[in-house]
């Protein structure tokens, strides 16, 4: 075929809304159990039900627990560490009332082995030698906040015998591990208003008789020093990642210089249980995965003599990595490759996809690969990946400029990857420009780094994603008359803040945006409740400043086009920060869009949903900038729009 010749953003495009409902799925938490792999599918054609899928190199794949039930854990609201397998038996957190469950696999018949009540769990760890389920429990049955502890649950009689309290005292707990012989316990604890990143401590004890840990003291890290995964070898020595040399290094404990001391990052922010970056092949060589400039690469290292050896692959976006007897597991994106469930063989140096998120065999010629970029911001450096519009099919009139959508990423403490992303590709291949940056605060680039936000959230990310754009404009890559932005959670509330206080962008999009720092200060989940301590100043002493870096305290200055896609079931955002903003808009006579979903949370898990808020923003930009679209869209109302 001919290429045609069309306006950016009109480009018709095989990479649709339904393709990335229908297709797709989401995938997490894979572990690698006596040869079978098992990992979590939240699928969007299923209402974003999470499914625990097995697979067995004999018999091929298989769901583990059956239709409709869900496992997903809401500790800390984003959850993670949901199951366990041990042999035939599958210990999960069930998504509709949260009590763990005991099955086998094969009956398929679940057993609760907690009571009912305001409880939440994640972290589950056997404790063999004494039959009993460690897991990290939260209990929201007092006043106040939810109490967290490390429980042990009786797993013959689990429900006529009280849990045990093994610890309880510190604001958070994660990481309980018990080495190879049962007879040490290593976990995690941190405090307000620390963050997992900012500072966490790894504590040791030893089991006594009765089950009870003793003599539990801190090894490691403290209120300055991050600590993440810590994990038995098979010969009983405790590792850990520690970024006390402003980069997240492999540590062995009683050891003051790293595994392999290198300016990479061997971890990540740990917003939900269980993340894991490296694991024992043997008892000789560690499986790690580290990202450095943007991008995840595998190395092995052998513990003994410190010799590190990269693994060439073909990916560059790693994560849940685990290991058994010479073999890993791991979730995996290329730049042209779908995030996959990945197997790898030590003794081949073989890689095998299990299993895809997305069934589609799409030409590898349609996707924009990304470019990692490196621009200035003041007197600070800032990185990201610039996406060019890319359709074989399609061309835009000579002297033409496309418009660009700058992606601002969530957590703030988060990151962005060049790993093949449909939800980038929808756009590229339509004709538009995308910046996904990297904005100061990021992880992947050292603490220092990552401590740029602090007190200064609302500014320099903001500056940061202005900047980047501006700078697109002066390289002659995107129309300065079409600057877009779009994000979700703190992303949104960048979004929101550089439409308010800066003039960069013409229009944007906000997906569960934060628009009110106050509110997220008194009323957010406990995990987060502290959170902007350190990102804004403490609450309520900084009462001034809050307000002052809030978007709906100052929506006269919000004089551009947004839309907002918002969860009215939404707990850490909740519907009223965005209607307040919306109506403000509209009094404004600013064109504005309000799309809501009854059953939504924070983050969109359903495939209508999803595809609402893809097909609503484009028919929003299109309708916007008037520029045309192939087919019509979703037919959204636009108010103030003449």
Request: net charge negative; hydrophobic share 35%.
């Amino acid at each position: 075929m001919s290429v045609q010749t069309a306006p950016y953003g009109s480009w018709k495009s095989t990479i649709d809304a339904d393709l990335l409902v229908r297709g797709s799925v989401r995938l997490g938490e894979a572990s690698l159990v006596d040869g079978r792999c098992y990992w979590l599918e939240s699928r969007p054609a299923e209402k974003g039900r999470s499914v625990l899928v097995q697979h067995c190199p004999q018999k091929g794949r298989r769901d583990v627990v059956p239709a409709p039930l869900s496992v997903r854990s809401k500790a800390h609201e984003y959850g993670g560490a949901s199951y366990l397998v041990d042999g035939n038996t599958v210990y999960f957190v069930l998504a509709e009332d949260q009590r763990l469950y005991r099955m086998d696999m094969d009956r398929q018949v679940p057993e609760p082995l907690t009571a009912e009540g305001p409880y939440r769990y994640a972290d589950l760890q056997l404790d063999r030698r004494r039959g009993r389920l460690l897991c990290v429990q939260e209990d929201f049955s007092g006043e106040g906040e939810a109490r967290a502890r490390i429980l042990a649950i009786d797993l013959e009689q689990p429900l006529e015998r009280a849990p045990q309290v093994l610890v309880e005292g510190a604001d958070f707990y994660s990481n309980p591990a018990l080495n190879p012989t049962g007879d040490r316990l290593a976990f995690l604890r941190w405090q307000h208003p620390d963050m997992p990143w900012d500072g966490t401590e790894l504590c040791l004890a030893e089991i006594a008789a009765s089950g009870a840990p003793e003599n539990i003291r801190p090894v490691a890290g403290g209120t300055s020093e991050s600590i993440f995964q810590p994990q038995w070898s098979p010969e009983g020595e405790l590792f850990y990642v520690s970024d006390r040399s402003n980069w997240w290094n492999i540590y062995r404990l009683g050891e003051d210089e790293p595994l392999w001391r290198k300016d990479a990052e061997f971890a990540t922010p740990q917003w939900v249980f269980g993340m894991s970056t490296y694991g024992f092949l043997n008892s000789d060589e560690i499986l790690c995965t580290y990202t450095s400039e943007g991008r995840w690469h595998l190395a092995r290292i052998d513990i003994h003599d410190r010799s590190h050896k990269a693994i060439e692959q073909p990916y560059c976006d790693i994560e849940s990595l685990r290991c058994e007897s010479h073999r890993a597991v791991m979730i995996a994106a290329g730049p042209s490759r779908f995030p996959a469930v990945v197997g790898f063989d030590n003794h081949s140096g073989d890689f095998t996809t299990i299993a895809s998120s997305n069934s589609s065999s799409l030409p590898e010629a349609l996707f924009s690969r990304a470019q990692e970029i490196e621009f200035p911001a003041g007197e600070r450096q800032v990185y990201g990946f610039y996406y060019a519009p890319h359709n074989p099919d399609f061309e835009a009139p000579a002297g033409d400029l496309p418009p660009l959508i700058v992606f601002s990423h969530g957590g703030p403490t988060g990151a962005t990857s060049a790993g093949l992303n449909l939800k980038i590709q929808y756009w590229t291949s339509r004709g538009f420009a995308i910046l996904d940056v990297n904005y100061s605060g990021s992880t992947g680039y050292g603490r220092d780094y990552r401590e740029r936000l602090k007190d200064n959230w609302g500014i320099l990310d903001v500056e940061d994603v202005c900047a980047g754009a501006e700078y697109l404009v002066a390289k002659g890559l995107a129309d300065p008359q079409r600057l877009l932005i779009k994000g979700g959670s703190a992303g949104g509330y960048t979004v929101l803040a550089a439409l308010t206080f800066h003039d960069t962008f013409k229009a944007g999009a906000s997906h569960y945006g934060i628009g009110d720092l106050t509110t997220l200060a008194r009323d957010t989940h406990k995990f987060e409740s502290r959170y902007l301590d350190k990102l804004v100043g403490p609450w309520p002493q900084a009462e001034t400043v809050y307000r002052e870096r809030s978007p709906i305290e100052h929506v006269g200055q919000l004089n551009c086009p947004v839309i907002f896609f918002q969860g009215l079931e939404d707990k850490v955002v909740p519907p009223n920060q965005a209607e307040t903003m919306v109506n403000a808009l509209k009094q404004q006579g600013i064109p504005v869009a309000y799309i809501t979903f009854d059953n939504e949370g924070h983050g969109f898990r359903g495939g209508d949903s999803i595809k609402m808020a893809l097909e609503g923003e484009l028919e929003f930009y299109s309708r916007v900038f008037d520029f045309p679209l192939p087919q019509p869209g979703p037919g959204i109302t636009i108010e103030n729009l003449e």
